[in-house]
């Protein structure tokens, strides 16, 4: 247990562990999706407003992780110019896959969205088996994408009674 305790820069001492700040703010994310899906819920005057911001935020959290592989093709020195082209094109796609969820009809949203954030983990255990991720990142972003998922279905399930 002592290998496990925090310095005084917020990393765990073993250099696999995840920084704390890392899972503050990644779990904290989580927050309004699970807000919004339990309002989308219970809040039945306002459920299509709730349902809405639910996909909006979904959409942004989306867009966002894409970035990762933009940071990846900049920063990873061993790839080849076509593995270096392909991560610079893939991590456009979750912001156009979100952009689309955005102007379709809302259930189609949800599912354009789940959709996106599956194919997005699918791609992170590519870039995992070229990059030397941290152990952390590829659990991490399968829970992180598990509950946005099904806050995404329990919004969509909350705004169709």
């Not at 459920?47 to 909006?56: D, F």
Request: hydrophobic letters at 55%.
């Amino acid at each position: 247990m002592a290998s496990e305790l925090s310095n005084s820069t917020g990393y765990i001492d073993d250099p696999s562990a995840r920084p704390r700040i890392v899972a503050w703010l990644g779990y904290g994310g989580l927050i309004p999706f699970l807000a919004l899906a339990g309002l989308a819920c219970v809040d039945r005057e306002r459920t299509v407003l709730w349902h809405e911001s639910l996909r909006a935020y979904g959409a942004v959290i989306l867009s966002f992780v894409g970035a990762l592989h933009w940071g990846f093709a900049m920063m990873h020195g061993g790839l080849a110019p076509r593995q270096r082209a392909a991560a610079f094109g893939w991590s456009v796609v979750p912001a156009l896959v979100a952009f689309l969820a955005l102007v379709v009809n809302s259930s189609v949203g949800d599912v354009v969205l789940a959709g996106g954030f599956m194919a997005h983990y699918w791609r992170d255990r590519g870039m995992a088996a070229t990059a030397a991720l941290p152990a952390w990142y590829l659990p991490m972003r399968l829970r992180l994408s598990t509950v946005a998922i099904l806050c995404l279905a329990v919004g969509a399930f909350g705004a169709s009674w």
